[in-house]
């Protein structure tokens, strides 16, 4: 039996690793008909027992432009270990007295859902539309760089709805982010710097302690909506078939590949939730001196991975990439996983 392990997760997720075996007997090749509502998705998980296995599929297929768009009718040989979807030539269409129809799925099956642990030092957010709930305007000594465990003044925006105990996240403001392609503003960069929590709350003055520190602080830092980086975050299917971009990767990081983060331009605005699987992609470009030979020709996007929505804001989102089949660049394509 051929062992699929899936792959460990690092940086902000740690995946429960699971071994299994793949329903094939190697050397024993095996046909599937595909069938109404079956995904490249749910033929990884079925049959390699690894739901992160469709890029491989995707990558070696490129006839197949979107992984939604396999059709019922097609063949899927099963292979020592692979999958590879059988050309659908015109004359395929009858199905080969000697292929097996292996038995499907129930047709009403539940959503795909898995837990998974997100883990690191704040990945942080663009601001677009978003308000400071307050910000970090002394210390109660005269260090200039603030860390963990020190005590802090901090003045709010609105004091009656803060109560001790409160936490709250700290962030500077970094770069302008703008649209790759268009070049449009779309915000600002907010850099984690950490997190404090209300001890007391003296009239109009508010004391804190900082709570955890993934750089260094200092006055001036503003406060937003405190998101704790070890969470739990369950993969869900999305709702909106809206395509956007990578605008940013953290740290200024521009090639990207497996435990990455970046930000793209679609958030709870357009229907964007955490957990949502995304498509990476990038539009093939053929040279001149091919068109020039070949014509015009239009070329399925080339994949390049999976990832995962850790946090959405109103305009943007923060994602990881789970499975790389290529490096991504700003400015890919990113698409939301719905079916």
């Keep these: 039996m051929t062992q699929t392990l899936f792959r460990c997760l690092s940086l902000l997720i740690l995946f429960l690793v699971i071994s299994g075996t793949s329903h094939v007997i190697a050397g024993e090749e095996q046909i599937y008909t595909i069938k109404k509502g079956d995904t490249l ?9 690894d739901p992160y296995y469709w890029p491989n599929v ?6 197949i432009a979107n992984p939604h768009l ?31 129809d292996i038995e499907s799925a129930p047709a009403e099956k539940a959503e795909q859902s898995f837990t998974i642990k997100a883990v690191g030092s704040g990945e942080g957010f663009i601001l677009t539309d978003e308000i400071p709930l307050g910000v970090l305007v002394d210390s109660v000594d005269n260090r200039i760089l603030l860390t963990k465990d020190d005590i802090v003044f901090v003045k709010m925006n609105n004091i009656s709805d803060v109560t001790i105990g409160d936490t709250y996240g700290l962030f500077e403001r970094g770069e302008t982010i703008k649209h790759p392609h268009t070049k449009d503003d779309i915000g600002t960069m907010m850099n984690n710097l950490g997190f404090l929590q209300v001890t007391e709350i003296n009239e109009s003055t508010v004391i804190a302690k900082i709570i955890g520190a993934y750089r ?8 937003f909506e405190y998101t704790p980086q070890n969470k739990e975050i369950t993969l869900r299917r999305g709702t909106t078939d809206k395509e956007g971009y990578i605008i940013a990767g953290r740290d200024k990081k521009g090639t990207l590949s497996t435990n990455d983060i970046f930000f793209l331009n679609l958030g709870s605005d357009d229907g964007l939730t955490s957990g949502n699987l995304f498509y990476l992609s990038r539009v093939r470009t053929v040279s001149d001196e091919v068109l020039k030979k070949s014509g015009s020709i239009e070329l399925p996007d080339a994949v390049l991975g999976a990832a995962i929505a850790i946090e959405t804001k109103t305009k943007t989102t923060s994602a990881i990439i789970i499975k790389s089949v290529d490096a991504a660049f700003i400015g890919d394509k990113v698409s939301v996983v719905t079916h």
Excluded at 41 to 49: G, I
Excluded at 58 to 63: G, H, L, S
Excluded at 216 to 223: H, K, P, T
């Design 41 to 49: 998705w749910d033929l990884s998980e079925r049959f390699m027992d």
């Design 216 to 223: 260094e602080i200092s006055r001036g830092a503003e406060l």
């Design 58 to 63: 995707w990558a070696k297929n490129p006839e």
């Design 70 to 100: 396999i059709f019922p009718g097609q063949k899927v040989r099963i292979l020592d270990g692979r999958l590879e979807i059988i050309p659908a030539y015109p004359e395929a269409n009858q199905q080969p007295e000697e292929t097996a």
